[in-house]
């Protein structure tokens, strides 16, 4: 079943830059989907529709069979985004308030909050930072918030912009371990990276953009040969001829 569904997508800025050019995809419920392309080839363009932050001009985008147009609240609840920067998801004073903020808005009630703000630090091994503020934590550990903020509002697609950046090498153990076990938990993944050496042998399929079109899409080890084309470094087990093995070994 799609559970993201994806037509004719186009995304003119107002200066005139068009930075998605009739994008089609579908992602399948569960699948683990990565976006690779150059600077500037349209990935958090397409990734900030799949979170409702931008509407579609023309096309469609449509999350579990809600249309980003018609119920961009709704859409956004399902599809959880993971921002680049980590600070600017930062709204609460502790990282309990951090994380109660999504469920808050839903407006349930306190008792439901507290179970599903304690589920979602446990998911990602913060249950002890309850009680820190948020601008104290590393950055990894500060990923690792964004991710229980949007686990607790229970998104079934969680979206990656770049989860990577910035992070030293335990920061980046530390985000990829709990991204392969959300996958392994049911969750849909999408994400971008510059990095495909560190997390390509985990995903089910590979996307590659340029200047706002999808030139490849299909299973890691079939698009990524020759992708230096497209600004892309091909992991260094695929340019020795071998199957991609997981960074983390
Ligand atoms: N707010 C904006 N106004 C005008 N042009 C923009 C805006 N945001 C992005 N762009 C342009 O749209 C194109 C796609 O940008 P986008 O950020 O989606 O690319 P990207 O693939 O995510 O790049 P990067 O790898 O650098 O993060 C680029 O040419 C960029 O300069």
Known sequence: MNIIEIKNLYHRFSDGNQALDNISLNVDKGEFVIIAGAN???KTTLLRHLNALILPQKGIVSIAGISTAKDPVRARQIAGM????????IVGETVYDDVA???ENLKLDRSKIRKRVSDALKAVNLTEFADK???MLSGGEKRRVAIAGI???KSKILIFDEPFSNLDYPGVKQVLR???????SGHTIILTTHDLEKVLAHADRLVIMKSGKIVRNGAPESV???VDIFGIREPYASRQGMS???WLE
């Not at 993971?82 to 998801?89: E, G, P, T």
């Not at 709990?178 to 392994?184: A, N």
């Open 133 to 135: 503020q948020p601008f």
């Open 244 to 246: 991609l093995t997981s």
């Open 224 to 226: 990524i040969k020759g």
């Open 82 to 89: 993971v921002f680049q920067d980590a600070d600017s998801q």
């Open 40 to 42: 500037g080839s349209g």
């Open 101 to 103: 903020f999504g469920p």
């Open 151 to 153: 686990l607790a509002m």
């Open 178 to 184: 709990h991204i392969i076990l959300l996958h392994k």
